[in-house]
């Protein structure tokens, strides 16, 4: 497999049905929020929480930088990642990605 420099990682958040955050990365959010919610291949801890919606999403340039940024997310406290989500919904320009940006 080849690194490809273009590629833009995503560091996302999405709320389950049961209100509970789930924190992860990816290079096709809705390829990714499709597998949540419909396919096998979504996380084990979402496919018992199904729907889920995404809250927030923040680009990052390298697979590297997206796992560094998922690990501080998730050891951040619930209030802590509901901050993060209400000021990335204040920010609509910096929200998440219309279809021209994936």
């Known amino acids: 497999m080849t ?3 273009s590629v833009l990682w995503c560091v ?11 924190t ?7 390829k990714r929020l499709r597998q949540h919610n419909d396919g096998p291949k979504g996380a084990r801890y979402t496919r ?5 919606t995404m809250v927030y999403c923040e680009q990052v340039v390298s697979r590297s930088a997206a796992l560094s940024r998922e690990y501080q997310i ?6 802590r990642k509901q901050q993060l989500i209400a000021h990335n919904s204040q920010r609509p320009q910096q929200g998440l990605p219309n279809k021209e940006q994936l």
């Open 3 to 5: 690194s490809n420099d």
């Open 12 to 22: 996302y958040i999405v709320r389950c049905n049961d209100n509970s955050l789930y």
């Open 48 to 52: 018992s929480r199904r729907p889920v």
């Open 24 to 30: 992860g990365i990816t290079t096709n959010i809705e």
């Open 74 to 79: 998730k050891n951040d406290t619930t209030c």
